[in-house]
């Protein structure tokens, strides 16, 4: 079976996450969108908070699975049993810092061999951030035009 881990913060999911998921649902029997937790770090929304939206989000996508994990991307695949890694790239930006990652876990998983698949943003997506989208939210701006429609937050009262 292929499958494939598509790990990330999800703080909250973007459109920009979506696309890629979407795309690359078709080239792998299940795709696991699974939510990296580093307990040093600050997330504007809980870890439960961000599975609920990526389960509404993809419920009808029957071979999406959604999880989380703590520690390295390469130990939590091979637990799972999965050799692929799914990522998406925005920018050069995106392509420097990803390219060290993918070629590290080459190389950490020489014996059992986890490679890093791809998939360039669809233009008009490559904007969209986590980061944007919260700093819109504390804002208190239009932020559904870069979420799914599940990604709702609370008004907040005065
Ligand atoms: P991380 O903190 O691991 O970067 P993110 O939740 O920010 O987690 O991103 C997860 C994955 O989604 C990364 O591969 C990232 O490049 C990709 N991604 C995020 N936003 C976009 C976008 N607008 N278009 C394409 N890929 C994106």
């Known amino acids: 079976m292929r499958v494939a881990v598509f790990?990330?913060?999800?703080?909250?999911i973007t459109l920009g996450h979506y696309d890629i998921v979407e795309r690359a649902y078709p080239l792998f029997d299940k795709i696991i969108i699974a939510i990296g937790q580093?307990?040093?770090?600050?997330?504007?929304?809980?870890?439960?908070?961000?599975?609920?939206?990526?389960?509404?989000?993809?419920?009808?996508?029957?071979?999406?699975e959604v999880d989380h994990f703590e520690g390295l991307t390469i130990d939590y695949c091979h637990s799972k049993n999965v050799n692929f890694i799914l990522r998406g790239l925005r920018n050069p930006a995106d392509f420097e810092f990803e390219k060290a990652i993918a070629q590290t876990n080459r190389e950490l998983t020489k014996n059992n061999l986890i490679e890093t698949i791809f998939l360039l943003t669809s233009a008009g997506k490559s904007f969209i951030s986590s980061s944007i989208?919260?700093?819109?939210?504390?804002?208190?701006?239009?932020?559904?035009?870069?979420?799914?429609?599940a990604v709702r937050v609370a008004p907040k009262t005065k």
Not at 7 to 12: A, I, L, R
Not at 40 to 53: A, I, N, P, T
Request: no cysteine; charged share 25%; net charge neutral.
């Open 7 to 12: 790990p990330g913060s999800f703080d909250p």
């Open 38 to 64: 580093n307990s040093q770090k600050k997330y504007m929304f809980s870890l439960e908070q961000r599975m609920h939206f990526i389960r509404e989000v993809f419920k009808d996508f029957p071979n999406i």
């Open 133 to 149: 989208v919260r700093e819109i939210i504390s804002f208190g701006g239009n932020y559904e035009i870069l979420v799914p429609p």
